[in-house]
């Protein structure tokens, strides 16, 4: 079992940044492709951002491109998701994600990931 814990989240103003970390006490994340999904009130799960286990690969959705980078700090062993340019329609509770690195790319559904956070809550106000 994988536990993920995710921090970074708050509340801050449309256009302003927040940066979200994911974290796998006792845990290398060196075997694992991570990504960030996202789910606000009354909405499904949506994915956000991934990275590949070397962090060659990286991978978006639309709505975020441009405005969110995913990162990995393999030293730290730690995930990032640096977030700018915020909008009132990012707020959600995010999650961070994990799986045992794949070859076929890219791995945007919820159903490819085994192992996940508890979420962090980000809120963007107009």
């Known amino acids: 079992q994988v536990q993920l814990v995710e921090s970074g989240g708050g509340l801050v103003q449309a256009g302003g940044s927040l940066r979200l970390s994911c974290v796998a006490p006792?845990?290398?994340?060196?075997?694992?492709?991570m990504g960030w999904f996202r789910q606000a009130p009354g909405k499904e799960r949506e994915f956000v951002a991934a990275?590949?286990?070397?962090?060659?690969?990286?991978f978006y959705a639309d709505s975020v491109k441009g405005r969110f980078t995913i990162s990995r700090d393999i030293v730290k062993n730690t995930v990032h998701l640096q977030m700018n340019s915020l909008k009132p329609e990012d707020t959600a509770v995010y999650y961070c994600?994990?799986?045992?690195?794949?070859?076929?790319?890219?791995?945007?559904?919820?159903?490819?990931?085994?192992?996940w956070g508890q979420g962090t809550q980000v809120t963007v106000s107009s």
């Open positions: 994600a994990a799986d045992l690195a794949q070859s076929s790319w890219p791995r945007n559904l919820p159903n490819q990931y085994k192992y």
């Open positions: 006792g845990r290398t994340f060196s075997r694992y492709d």
């Open positions: 990275i590949s286990r070397s962090g060659s690969i990286t």
